[in-house]
Nanobody
Framework: QVQLVESGGGLAQAGGSLRLSCAAS????????MGWFRQAPGKEREFVAA???????????NYADSVKGRFTITRDNANDTVFLQMNSLKPEDTAVYYC???????????????WGQGTQVTVSS
């Protein structure tokens, strides 16, 4: 069974940090784009960041403007895990964060075919 399992969510204060992890199982996503999306109550799911291998030891990343300079996406291809380091958190970062796998690092939700169940991130002011 193909699964993406997120972890690392929780409560943080504004200005603080959290690190999310997403582990793949059931198949390898090493050559796939891996993305993070988030969805706040009453809002549509929105793109956060994505990463894909672009060479033997190189990766390409894509970020939403709202998180550039604060969030960093990385991946450990050997262990089929992707991470999202979130620094300088703001209350507006509060949302359920989802990990997803697709063929590229597009910001479009439709570009990803496998999704995790999500992990809650709450940032207090």
């Amino acid at each position: 069974q193909v699964q993406l399992v997120e972890s690392g969510g929780g409560l943080a204060q504004a200005g603080g940090s959290l690190r999310l992890s997403c582990a793949a199982s059931g198949r390898s996503f090493r050559n796939y784009g891996m993305g993070w999306f988030r969805q706040a109550p009453g809002k549509e799911r929105e793109f956060v960041a994505a990463i894909i291998r672009s060479g033997t030891n190189y990766f390409s990343a894509n970020y939403a403007d709202s998180v550039k300079g604060r969030f960093t996406i990385t991946r450990d291809n050997a262990n089929d895990t992707v991470f999202l380091q979130m620094n300088s958190l703001k209350p507006e970062d509060t949302a359920v964060y989802y990990c997803a796998a697709g063929l590229s690092i597009t910001a479009r939700v439709q570009g990803y075919g496998v999704w995790g169940q999500g992990t809650q991130v709450t940032v207090s002011s």
